[in-house]
């Protein structure tokens, strides 16, 4: 069974641009979680989607924005960038709202 | 609110030597625990978990942890050291509750170097 996969590996962007990062969950997966990794702050809790609804989410600004389609791919927006945002974004899928989360390669996302 | 202490954020072994990375806990509720490992560049791997039953828990690649309530701790082991075992371990907690979902909570991290 395939992974969770993330695209794009990779972004660049600047300062005050918009950008969209995409996830797709293990086949049969209903949650979707997200997190920021960066060297000061670690990983951190973005937000959670079960069956399209935001189940919980963590100490962001609303800058940063979620959601779930019906296939449970999952995608996060973050507008009005800040160089603050650069980071390794996670995304990870469970099968169910409490089960064990597996997950992505991430998105390295570096904004100048 | 929960939090997990990771003891040390460096650890050096040398290769076919004891690895013991310390997680400490704090949670209102009976918690899930979770080691997962980073090599560079990639995402987080799930090593082991605890949820309910048996304290002592085996996880991939020979490591094991035991959950000890009593310590609020969850040390992760291995008996002896491989060179590939070199990374970045992160212990977590999560709930286990409806309201709460699948979050988790992480610890800063323990970087792992193993000597030849």
């Known amino acids: 069974k395939a992974g969770v996969t993330q695209t794009p590996r990779y972004l660049i962007k600047t300062r005050g641009q918009q950008v969209t990062l995409s996830c797709s969950p293990i086949s049969g997966h209903r949650s979707v979680s997200w997190y920021q990794q960066t060297p000061g702050q670690g990983l951190q809790f973005l937000f959670e989607y079960f069956s399209e609804t935001q189940r919980n989410k963590g100490n962001f600004p609303g800058r940063f924005s979620g959601r779930q389609f019906s296939n449970s791919r999952s995608e996060m927006n973050v507008s009005t960038l800040e160089l603050g945002d650069s980071a390794l974004y996670l995304c990870?899928?469970?099968?169910?709202?409490?089960?064990?989360?597996?997950f992505g390669p991430g998105t390295r996302l570096t904004v100048l | 609110a929960q939090s997990v202490t990771q003891l040390g954020s460096h650890v050096s072994v040398s290769e076919g030597a004891l690895v013991l990375l310390r997680c400490n806990y704090s949670s209102s509720v009976p918690p899930y625990l979770f080691w997962y490992v980073q090599y560079p560049n990639q995402g987080l791997q799930l090593l082991l978990k605890y949820t309910t039953g048996a304290t002592l828990v085996k996880g991939i690649n020979g490591f094991e942890a035991e959950f000890k309530k009593s310590e609020t701790s969850f040390h992760l082991t291995k008996p002896s050291a491989h060179m590939s075992d070199a990374a970045e371990y992160f212990c977590a907690v999560s709930e286990g509750r409806e309201t709460s979902g699948s979050r988790l909570t992480f610890g800063e991290g323990t970087q792992l170097t193993v000597n030849p």
């Open positions: 990870a899928s469970s099968l169910e709202a409490l089960g064990t989360q597996y």
